[in-house]
């Protein structure tokens, strides 16, 4: 491998047989090229015709974890809680990387690392990161609309309240947005409950609750499937009894039952 060969591929962070043959102008010799590197640790394969560069000067893998997880295929994104984690919104730091895609691929393991595949229910929200090449993710709105559809994948409701709290600011027609993408009421429900109680960041405004409670529907539900707790009438919710919001210790009067 020649330095100008190395240079080219780590500015792709990551790359495939077809970038290498884009150099070479041959592929029999551009899988034989990366036969040799494998061999002589300049490139690591992280799956099958995905593979990164190694700094040759550290020893460590040139592309991060959420450049991997946008180069799995060309519709693939990062969501969930691995989006709250690259926006620094988390305490904690999973080993699983969420991979939204429309194009679905096998769940893997990579340094320890696994990266699993989330179907992608709509492209709307995701962005291309501008300071830090090779990233497609969820903004903020996204990741919270998706995180209260599928709790598990943000560490459930206390880690949700957590990050809650963390958020400085929303756009309240991205949020709408998104929750009519999913169509569903119960994620109105959530939605609105939590931002009321544990968002603390720039005024939403009185419409944007009004609008959650409007299409939330009459059905009572809970806030995690099988967790029992008392019922909030606001939000037709079973809220289970260590997360119901306390206002200066105190709940509000006649709130729950």
Same mark, same amino acid.
Do not use: P
């Given at each position: 491998m020649t330095m100008k060969e190395y240079d080219q591929l780590a500015k792709y962070k990551t790359f495939s047989l077809g970038d290498v043959t884009a150099i070479t102008g041959n592929e029999s010799t551009s899988t034989s090229l990366i036969t040799r590197w494998l061999k002589k640790k300049y490139v690591v394969r992280i799956r099958k015709d995905l593979y990164s560069c190694i700094d040759l000067t550290t020893g460590d893998i040139i592309a991060n974890k959420y450049q991997i997880a946008s180069?799995?295929?060309?519709?693939?994104?990062?969501?969930?809680?691995?989006?709250?984690?690259?926006?620094?919104?988390?305490?904690?730091v999973y080993n699983t990387v969420y991979v939204s895609s429309k194009k679905r691929f096998n769940t893997f393991e990579f340094m320890g690392t696994t990266y699993k595949y989330m179907s992608s229910p !709509?492209? @709307?929200?995701?962005?291309?990161?501008?300071?830090?090449e090779g990233i497609r993710i969820t903004d903020v709105e996204r990741t919270f609309v998706d995180s209260i559809n599928l709790l598990s994948k943000v560490g459930g409701i206390e880690e949700l309240i957590n990050i809650t709290k963390t958020i400085e600011s929303l756009s309240a027609e991205k949020l709408l947005g998104y929750m009519e993408q999913y169509n569903k009421k119960v994620i109105f429900q959530k939605v609105g409950? !939590?931002? @009321?109680?544990?968002?603390?960041?720039e005024n939403l405004g009185a419409a944007f609750f009004e609008?959650?409670?409007?299409?939330?529907?009459n059905s009572v539900r809970y806030l995690e499937q099988g967790r029992e707790g008392k019922f909030l009438a606001r939000w037709n919710l079973i809220i289970p009894e260590e997360f119901i919001p306390r206002k200066n210790d105190v709940e509000g009067p006649n709130e729950y039952i």
């Open positions: 180069a799995i295929n060309d519709a693939s994104y990062v969501s969930h809680h691995t989006a709250f984690e690259f926006f620094g919104m988390v305490n904690q !709509f492209y @709307e929200g995701v962005f291309l990161v501008k300071n830090v409950f !939590f931002l @009321e109680n544990y968002y603390n960041g609008t959650c409670q409007l299409k939330s529907g």
